[in-house]
């Protein structure tokens, strides 16, 4: 076969040769200032000998054994005969179709067939996919299928994120060595510790500088994500959904896709990974409408205590301080008085709302706000009607562990599915409801599906998920989605294919969420991550915190409340009202613009900003999360055109007499490199700046 070699991507590329048996990647980065023609040219047959193993700095499109790869293979599977038979397969190449944006390899071995695609996603990021078809009689158990690509050999870190309930997305980095460095999310969806995405890079990468590659799995169930390191200094990175035992056997004419991987490459450090990751979500067909509602939700105000006269009262504060969206959370249906009970029973419970949802509903409608209102479909408590009519129901053994007081729903059976979009869909049809805060409050480690005879059920669940949302979203069109899963538990590329918005983490203390916020933000723009404004004494840490921090904190998210402004004073809501008006008068720019971040010295100091596409403005923060030795360092923004000059001002303009930067000029070559004046400020604190240019126009 000829050695033509195939490039595909923007700004970033795959360059893929033709090989017997396989066609072999030589290529993946950042698309450089060289000349397509030349790159491909450089490239050539370099490292290709032939077909097989890791030759030069090439990898076969599908990395196995058979083909002499000494490491993690991307495909494991065997025949349901003896058990003992087609492990290995000797794969040849079909056919090689490319599209302007796009590639597809077929190829075909031993009663397999397999296809890639590969295709230039918007945004500039690529997204790669295989599909294993079963030609044979004998059915195919599969293990494990992923996609993998190598890097270059420059590639010397890995970061990656982890952490826990209420702490979600803390980064963590390492050199890479040889052999996997492996993450795997477990739990029926990708979890509080999820990796979120593997990112390798160059030594000291960071926000602004440095080569470097990320992969992300779209798909909100089980998933695993590894960077490999052979002795010979070969690197590669992939990842895929992680498969459990006896989950996906294919029988003659069945075919198992694997979920997307996101694939992003940039030479300007983690920032460019992040504008490609964002293009691409902004590009999806379900992307939230834009300007977005400003949210208020009542959950820490009133937790599982619904009072209509307390709920009137805190909608009329919440409409007067500027809110748009009013949600009502857990506790409004069945017996669910508590976390123990009524979770399975989607009927407006009479002993709470004697007169039905509408008196609630009108009256927040009535002040110009949208209704929202918490779901739990997937999640059965043991005392509830379901439960008590449908036992078999569940998810998982009949002894299995409570957490949380509950159990998982087999959203892999039909019957269950139906039940759910007809409970739910009698709720939504019946009420003016515009948007649907969907919850998902524990892990589904035990998976077995009696429905498959004790078979594994994760992937089957996760799909059964997604097939009743499009099915409640096609049905109510009008309906705006929330994923939540104690809070930041389901945060993916999978499921922004259907929602508009995610609960971010449920920690609402400001501070935590700075640190959340900011390596959300690696993978989703701002209009997404919901963040929101909460007591002055937070309920998850006990501290006490200012307004301005816990307000700029949510200013750079999808703004929203998560305090009881009955308790507030009337200088608070004043104060806070001052906030949402500042918001919403720059909501478009910060919800379109391009997130940029700052690499300091100091940890307790972060900088980011949120720059127009077209270089006019940019708003910016400078947080103190706590005291440190050095003086104050410079508040520095990048991302705005070198040579234009912009004006400085503080954002709220009863703080504009209390910095020495205000009104000052500087271009935006001077904002990068050297700086705005350090605002004086004390630990627990930040301070929001508008930058615009002095010829641009007005928000």
């Known amino acids: 076969?000829?050695?033509?070699?195939?490039?595909?991507?923007?700004?970033?590329?795959?360059?893929?040769?033709?090989?017997?048996?396989?066609?072999?990647?030589?290529?993946?980065?950042?698309?450089?200032s060289i000349a397509p023609t030349e790159l491909l040219a450089a490239i050539g047959t370099h490292g290709v000998t032939d077909g097989h193993g890791p030759t030069g700095r090439s990898i076969p499109l599908?990395?196995?054994?058979?083909?002499?790869w000494p490491g993690r293979a991307a495909l494991r599977g065997h025949r349901l005969d003896d058990c003992r038979t087609g492990w290995t397969s000797a794969w040849r190449t079909e056919a090689i179709t490319a599209g302007s944006d796009s590639l597809a390899v077929e190829a075909r071995a031993d009663g397999l067939r397999l296809r890639t695609e590969i295709e230039a996603a918007p945004g500039g990021a690529l997204r790669l996919r295989h599909t294993l078809t079963n030609d044979a009689d004998t059915a195919f158990a599969l293990d494990r299928l992923d996609v993998v690509v190598p890097l270059s050999d420059t590639a010397a870190e890995v970061l990656d994120l982890t952490g826990r309930w209420g702490r979600e997305r803390e980064p963590q980095r390492r050199p890479i060595?040889?052999?996997?460095?492996?993450?795997?999310?477990?739990?029926?969806?990708?979890?509080?510790?999820?990796?979120?995405?593997?990112?390798?890079?160059?030594?000291?990468?960071?926000?602004?500088?440095?080569?470097?590659?990320?992969?992300?799995?779209?798909?909100?169930?089980?998933?695993?994500?590894?960077?490999?390191?052979?002795?010979?200094?070969?690197?590669?990175?992939?990842?895929?959904?992680?498969?459990?035992?006896?989950?996906?056997?294919?029988?003659?004419?069945?075919?198992?896709?694997?979920?997307?991987l996101v694939?992003?490459?940039s030479d300007e450090g983690l920032d460019g990974l992040a504008a490609q990751l964002h293009g691409y979500a902004r590009a999806l067909p379900a992307h939230p409408p834009l300007p977005r509602p400003v949210t208020c939700n009542v959950w820490e105000a009133v937790y599982f205590d619904h009072d209509l006269a307390r709920l009137h009262e805190i909608a009329d504060l919440a409409a007067a301080v500027g809110v748009e969206r009013f949600v009502l959370d857990d506790g409004w249906f069945g017996g669910r008085r508590d976390d123990r009970a009524g979770l399975g029973d989607w009927s407006v419970s009479p002993d709470v709302w004697p007169d039905g949802l509408d008196p609630l509903i009108e009256h927040v409608t009535a002040r110009g706000m949208h209704f929202g209102l918490w779901f739990e479909p997937e999640m059965i408590n043991p005392d509830s009607d379901l439960y008590r009519a449908h036992p078999d129901w569940v998810l998982g053994a009949a002894d299995q562990a409570l957490q949380r007081n509950q159990l998982v729903l087999d959203l892999s059976r039909a019957e269950v599915r139906d039940h759910l979009f007809d409970a739910i869909d009698a709720v939504l049809s019946e009420h003016d409801i515009r948007y649907v805060k969907w919850d998902h409050n524990r892990d589904l480690y035990d998976a077995s599906s009696a429905a498959r005879g004790g078979a594994a059920a994760a992937h089957a669940h996760t799909e059964g998920f997604y097939e009743l949302l499009d099915r409640l979203r096609a049905a109510h069109p009008a309906v705006e989605w929330e994923s939540c899963a104690s809070g930041g538990g389901r945060v993916d590329l999978g499921v922004l294919e259907r929602v508009q918005r995610v609960w971010t983490s449920d920690m609402t203390d400001a501070l935590s969420r700075q640190v959340i916020q900011r390596w959300t933000a690696q993978l989703l723009p701002p209009e997404y991550?919901?963040?929101?404004?909460?007591?002055?004494?937070?309920?998850?840490?006990?501290?006490?915190?200012?307004?301005?921090?816990?307000?700029?904190?949510?200013?750079f998210g999808d703004f929203g409340i998560e305090w009881d402004l009955s308790s507030a004073t009337p200088p608070e809501r004043e104060q806070l009202a001052r906030w949402i008006a500042s918001y919403r008068a720059r909501r478009s720019l910060?919800?379109?613009?391009?997130?940029?971040?700052?690499?300091?010295?100091?940890?307790?100091?972060?900088?980011?900003?949120?720059?127009?596409?077209?270089?006019?403005?940019?708003?910016?923060?400078?947080?103190?999360?706590?005291?440190?030795?050095?003086?104050?360092?410079?508040?520095?923004?990048?991302?705005?055109?070198?040579?234009?000059?912009?004006?400085?001002?503080v954002v709220d303009p009863l703080e504009a007499g209390s910095w020495r930067g205000e009104g000052l000029v500087l271009s935006g070559a001077a904002l990068a490199?050297?700086?705005?004046?350090?605002?004086?400020?004390?630990?627990?604190?930040?301070?929001?700046?508008?930058?615009?240019?002095?010829?641009?126009?007005?928000?």
């Open 263 to 265: 694939f992003a490459a």
């Open 590 to 649: 910060l919800h379109a613009g391009v997130v940029t971040r700052v690499d300091t010295v100091e940890a307790a100091i972060l900088q980011h900003a949120v720059v127009a596409v077209d270089g006019s403005a940019a708003v910016a923060a400078y947080v103190q999360l706590d005291e440190f030795v050095r003086d104050p360092l410079p508040f520095r923004v990048r991302g705005l055109d070198p040579g234009r000059r912009y004006r400085a001002s």
């Open 177 to 260: 060595g040889d052999g996997v460095w492996l993450r795997e999310s477990r739990g029926g969806r990708p979890g509080h510790d999820a990796a979120t995405q593997l990112v390798a890079g160059t030594t000291g990468f960071g926000f602004a500088a440095g080569s470097v590659w990320a992969a992300h799995v779209a798909w909100s169930g089980n998933s695993a994500l590894f960077a490999e390191r052979q002795p010979s200094g070969l690197v590669t990175l992939g990842g895929g959904e992680l498969l459990l035992p006896g989950e996906i056997v294919l029988g003659r004419g069945e075919s198992y896709a694997t979920p997307w």
């Open 529 to 555: 991550i919901g963040a929101h404004v909460s007591a002055p004494v937070n309920h998850q840490t006990g501290r006490a915190l200012d307004l301005d921090l816990r307000a700029a904190t949510a200013f």
């Open 62 to 68: 599908l990395p196995v054994p058979e083909l002499g």
């Open 673 to 699: 490199a050297v700086g705005l004046p350090a605002p004086s400020r004390r630990p627990s604190s930040s301070w929001v700046v508008d930058l615009r240019a002095v010829d641009g126009d007005e928000f």
């Open 1 to 32: 076969m000829p050695l033509r070699p195939v490039a595909v991507g923007r700004s970033s590329r795959l360059v893929l040769v033709p090989a017997d048996p396989l066609p072999r990647i030589v290529h993946v980065g950042a698309a450089s």
